[in-house]
């Protein structure tokens, strides 16, 4: 089993910054990637952003340039560095790792609880 646990999420103003992490633990592997969803009420969950093992990543649109996924691989956590954050963007953020690794449709193996980011305006 793998356990994903998320932290970091909070009530913000436009424009400012919050850093989610997600520790991992269990029986990893090594060879999936791993990503970060959301979804906000009333919306269906979206991709936000992916890392691979080989640290490649892609992200949505709509955070380009302002989000950024990293991984500690020694501390096994993955982050979320979330910058110019804006109201559209408040939403119950979780972490995510596979097998199976469904990038963005979302079919990730394994899924953290959430932590929830509120921006206002």
């Known amino acids: 089993q793998v356990q994903l646990v998320e932290a970091g999420g909070g009530s913000v103003q436009a424009g400012e910054s919050l850093r989610l992490s997600c520790a991992i633990s269990?029986?990893?592997?090594?060879?999936?990637?791993m990503g970060w969803f959301r979804q906000a009420p009333g919306k269906e969950r979206e991709g936000v952003a992916v890392?691979?093992?080989?640290?490649?990543?892609d992200y949505a649109d709509s955070v380009k340039g302002r989000f950024t996924i990293s991984k500690d691989n020694a501390k096994n956590t993955l982050y979320l560095q979330m910058n110019s954050l804006k109201p559209e963007d408040s939403a119950m953020y979780y972490c995510?790792?596979?097998?199976?690794?469904?990038?963005?449709?979302?079919?990730?193996?394994?899924w953290g609880q959430g932590t929830q980011v509120t921006v206002s305006s």
């Open positions: 269990g029986h990893t592997d090594s060879n999936a990637c």
């Open positions: 890392i691979e093992p080989d640290g490649s990543t």
């Open positions: 995510a790792t596979g097998p199976p690794c469904n990038w963005p449709e979302g079919f990730f193996g394994y």
